[in-house]
């Protein structure tokens, strides 16, 4: 069964530190991972997206690693904001069958002033 | 800048009552995909079409769901005699081509359904 797990399930931290959330999955064929935020009450919004052959990708404050070997891939996010509180979704799909989005539960993340 | 739009946003429905949610692709999308949030859970996959076209619907129950998306007009998430249960965030996307390599796909802001 294809799975994917995030942790920590929510955290909390104050404005401008950083931190960093794991996903481990086990989906078969690997096609692609994605991270996404998605605020309260609103859509996911895409953050980064990454293949096999990349290791790690970029978008402003969040960067993404990825280990395809031991399936995991984390979310960097570097001096936090308050905007950035939100849930933050990683996403695996199959390989020939791209739509079947696999979701982890997300993490919560809450910055305090 | 108009994105994937849904609605209604929020829907209130009793038991044994019809949902029927409505989803606008992004201009120029033809690649439509419906997916389910549970309270306390992840999205999971419902179904995915094209233009008059069902491509994939093994993530939707096969009673009292069905889905559309007729050549004019916005995609249609249909539930009929709705239990408690179907209670949950419906989201809508929409892709240019198919998913493969990575494309983005691109999310609405989803139609919040409360089934009383």
């Known amino acids: 069964k294809n799975q994917v797990e995030q942790s920590p399930q929510s955290l909390i931290i104050l404005e401008g530190k950083n931190c960093t959330l794991q996903c481990n999955y086990t989906v078969s064929p690997f096609s692609n991972l994605r991270w996404y935020k998605q605020d309260t009450g609103r859509g996911p919004v895409s953050l980064t997206i990454?293949?096999?052959?990349?290791n790690t990708k970029s978008n402003g404050r969040y960067t993404a690693t990825l280990d395809a070997d031991t399936k995991q891939s984390s979310l960097h996010i570097t001096a936090s904001q308050l905007s950035d509180s939100a849930s933050y979704i990683c996403?695996?799909?199959?390989?020939?069958?791209?739509?079947?989005?696999?979701f982890g539960a997300g993490t919560t993340v809450t910055v305090r002033a | 800048n108009a994105g994937v739009m849904q609605n209604p946003r929020h829907l209130v429905r009793r038991r044994g009552q019809e949902a029927r949610l409505r989803c606008s692709p992004m201009k120029g999308h033809s690649h439509v995909y419906w997916y389910r949030q549970l309270p306390e859970e992840g999205l999971k996959f419902m179904v995915y079409?094209?233009?008059?076209?069902?491509?994939?619907e093994s993530g939707m129950p096969k009673e009292r769901f069905s889905a559309e998306f007729p050549k004019e007009g916005p995609s249609i998430l249909r539930i009929q005699q709705v239990v408690r249960g179907d209670s949950a965030a419906y989201f809508c996307?929409?892709?240019?081509?198919?998913?493969?390599?990575?494309?983005?796909?691109?999310f609405g802001e989803g139609s919040w359904l409360t089934v009383v």
């Open positions: 079409l094209q233009k008059e076209n069902i491509i994939d």
């Open positions: 996403v695996v799909s199959v390989l020939s069958n791209d739509y079947k989005l696999s």
């Open positions: 996307a929409s892709s240019p081509d198919s998913l493969y390599s990575g494309n983005t796909i691109y």
């Open positions: 990454m293949t096999f052959s990349e």
